[in-house]
C-alpha cells in the first residue's frame, strides 16, 4: 500500500507545471550546487560537547552527541573505554580523548554514514535545509528529524495545490527530495515568494516541529527541563 501512494506522488510530482519547478531541478541536478557534509558537521560539532555521561540523559553514555545506546558497536567506544582505564583522573581522561585523532575521525565517520548518507543529505539543493535535517537528526534521532522535514513540506503544500501530501514515515528518499523540490518551485509561481524565504519559511517550520517536540518530551518529564533551556538556545 505505501509502495502503491509512493508511485502516484511521484505521478503527480512530475505533473507539476514545468515552468514553476525548472530552475530549481535544474539546482538539484548541479553537484556543486548540493549540500555538503563538511559544513553541516562543523555547524553540530559547535554546539556537540565532549564526553558525558550524565545518568538523567535518556540518551545515557555519550561523546560529542554520539551515545553508547543508539550505537553501542562503535569504534569510538574501544579507545573510550581504553582511556577510561589509563587514565588516573577525570581531567587526565578528558586530555587523552582531546589529543586522540582516530576518535575524531571515528566521530566523523558514524555521522557521514549513519546520519547524512542515510538521509540522502547530498541530495538536497540547500544547505542550510540540510544543515537543519542533519543537526536535529543528531539531537532528536535520524528518522525524527525526517519527519519533521516531511510534516513540513506537507503543511506548505497549499493544501496540495503546490504539490501532494507525502507519507511522514522518517525516510528521505526521491519522493521527499522531489517534494522538496516542487516546494522551492513555488518562489517562481508566487511572486511574494522567493528561494531565500522559502528556506527561511521552511527551517522555521523545522524548527517549530523541533521546539515542540522538546517541549513534549520535557513536560513528560520533569527532570529533562535542566535540558529545555540548552534545547531551545541551541537547537531549536
Not at 74 to 90: P, V, Y
Not at 162 to 167: E, K, Q, R, S, V
Not at 208 to 222: A, C, K, T, V
Amino acid at each position: 500500500m505505501k509502495q502503491f501512494y509512493n508511485i502516484l506522488v511521484l505521478i503527480t510530482l512530475l505533473l507539476v507545471p514545468f515552468n514553476s519547478t525548472s530552475s530549481v531541478l535544474q539546482t538539484a541536478n548541479d553537484p556543486q550546487l548540493m549540500a555538503e557534509f563538511d559544513k553541516a558537521f562543523d555547524i553540530t560539532m559547535a554546539h556537540e560537547g565532549a564526553y558525558v555521561n550524565d545518568p538523567n540523559d535518556p540518551g545515557g553514555e555519550t561523546y560529542r552527541g554520539v551515545t553508547r545506546r543508539d550505537h553501542p558497536t562503535w569504534e569510538g567506544w574501544n579507545i573510550i573505554d581504553k582511556f577510561s582505564e589509563q587514565a588516573t583522573s577525570g581531567s587526565h581522561f578528558r586530555k587523552l580523548l582531546k589529543v586522540n585523532v582516530s576518535l575524531d575521525f571515528n566521530v566523523r565517520n558514524v555521522y557521514k554514514h549513519k546520519y547524512w548518507d542515510k538521509s540522502s543529505l547530498d541530495k538536497i539543493s540547500s544547505q542550510l535545509i540540510a544543515n537543519e535535517i542533519f543537526d536535529t537528526g543528531v539531537n532528536c534521532g535520524r528518522k525524527m528529524s525526517v519527519k519533521f522535514f516531511q510534516r513540513a513540506l506537507n503543511l506548505l503544500n497549499n493544501m496540495q495545490k503546490d504539490y501532494p501530501d507525502i507519507l511522514d514515515d522518517g525516510g528521505l528518499g526521491d519522493i521527499s527530495v522531489a517534494t522538496f523540490n516542487a516546494y522551492m518551485g513555488t518562489a517562481n509561481k508566487y511572486r511574494s515568494r522567493s528561494t531565500q524565504l522559502n528556506e527561511t519559511v521552511l527551517l522555521k517550520a523545522l524548527n517549530g516541529e523541533q521546539y515542540m517536540r522538546y517541549h513534549d518530551i520535557s513536560e513528560g518529564n520533569e527532570i529533562l527541563e535542566k535540558y529545555f533551556y540548552g534545547w531551545v538556545a541551541n537547537r531549536a
